[in-house]
C-alpha cells in the first residue's frame, strides 16, 4: 500500500513537472528540471551560455530541492524575440517575473552565473518578497556605462544593429571545430564546451550552425550610469551569496567595490577556477550554495 501510495505521489509529481515545463515552452522558454522534490532552486545562465552551463554543478546536487535551469530568450532551445525586438537587459528581469507567474511559483531561491547572476541581483531588489535566497556566481551589480558616454553608446548600438541585419550564419565544418572555437573564445575547456554547445548548435547538412540569436551580441543601446545602477541596488535584504572565483573577470571585482554596500546580508566566497567556475569546479560550488540554501529554506 505505500509503495503505491510513493508510485502516486512520483506519477503526479512528474506530471506537475511536464506541466510546468509545457507552460514555459508556451511562453518561449526552454527549461531543465532535475528529477527530485523540494523548494524550488531556479538557476540563470550567463550570456551566450545556456542551462547546460548548471548540469555539472547539479549531477552533484542534493535531491532535497527542484533545480530547474532555464534558457534565456535567444539562448539554447528558448525561442528567439520578435524581429522588431532587441535584447534589453530588464526585459530578461521581466522574463524571470514572467517565468514565477507561468509556473506558479510565489517564492523560490534564485541562482545566477554572470548575466544571470545580475538578472537575479536586480530581480530580487525589485521582488524581494519573490526571493528566499540568492546565489550570484561570477556576477554582481550591473554593467554600467558613464554617463559622457551614453551618446556613444546609442551611436554604436545602432551601428551593430544594422551589421547584424547582414548578418549570415556561420557553417562549422563539424562539432569539434565548433567546440574548437567555443572553448578558444573563453576560459572553457573542450569538455565544458562541448556541454554547452549540445544546446547551443544545430547539426544540418554539411556541417553544424550556432542556435543562438546573433543580435546577442550588438551592443546594447540603453545602460544605466554608476548613479542609477547604484540606486535599483539599495538595501537589498534578500539573504545573498556571492562566489568569486580565483581567476574570474577582473570585472565582476570591480563591480564588488561599486555594489557591495547596497546588499545588507551578504556571504562572499573564493573558489578555484576560472570565471565559469561552476563548470571547473561543480562539487565546491553546489556544497556552498547547498548551505546557503539550507540556512534561508522556509520548511
Request: charged fraction near 20%; glycine fraction near 6%.
Amino acid at each position: 500500500m505505500i509503495k503505491y501510495l510513493y508510485a502516486i505521489q512520483y506519477e503526479n509529481y512528474v506530471t506537475r513537472m511536464k506541466n510546468a515545463i509545457d507552460a514555459l515552452q508556451r511562453i518561449g522558454i526552454a527549461a531543465q528540471t532535475t528529477d527530485s522534490k523540494g523548494e524550488v532552486v531556479l538557476c540563470l545562465h550567463g550570456w551566450l551560455d545556456n542551462s547546460n552551463s548548471f548540469a555539472p554543478m547539479l549531477d552533484k546536487a542534493s535531491s532535497a530541492y527542484q533545480w530547474i535551469s532555464i534558457d534565456f530568450k535567444g539562448h539554447g532551445k528558448s525561442q528567439w524575440r520578435s524581429a522588431d525586438a532587441h535584447y534589453y537587459f530588464v526585459d530578461y528581469v521581466y522574463d524571470l517575473l514572467n517565468i514565477l507567474d507561468v509556473l506558479g511559483i510565489e517564492r523560490c531561491h534564485l541562482v545566477g552565473h554572470s548575466m544571470g547572476a545580475m538578472v537575479c541581483g536586480l530581480f530580487a531588489s525589485l521582488y524581494p518578497q519573490r526571493v528566499k535566497s540568492l546565489t550570484m556566481i561570477e556576477g554582481f551589480g550591473l554593467v554600467c556605462t558613464p554617463e559622457q558616454q551614453l551618446k556613444k553608446q546609442i551611436l554604436d548600438a545602432f551601428e551593430h544593429r544594422q551589421a547584424s541585419d547582414k548578418f549570415k550564419k556561420r557553417l562549422y565544418a563539424n562539432f569539434a571545430t565548433l567546440v574548437t572555437a567555443r572553448s578558444n573564445a573563453g576560459d572553457l575547456t573542450q569538455e565544458d564546451a562541448a556541454l554547452l554547445m549540445q544546446r547551443n548548435s544545430q547539426q544540418v547538412e554539411g556541417g553544424f550552425y550556432l542556435t543562438i540569436d546573433p543580435r546577442l551580441k550588438t551592443a546594447s543601446a540603453i545602460r544605466f550610469s554608476v548613479a542609477q545602477a547604484k540606486a535599483m541596488l539599495v538595501d537589498v535584504t534578500t539573504p545573498s551569496l556571492l562566489i568569486l572565483s580565483d581567476k574570474g573577470l577582473g570585472f565582476v571585482k570591480d563591480n564588488y567595490d561599486l555594489f557591495i554596500d547596497g546588499f545588507k546580508d551578504i556571504t562572499v566566497e573564493e573558489v578555484s577556477g576560472g570565471h565559469h567556475c561552476h563548470m571547473d569546479n561543480p562539487q565546491e560550488c553546489v556544497s556552498l550554495i547547498e548551505q546557503h540554501l539550507n540556512r534561508n529554506a522556509v520548511t
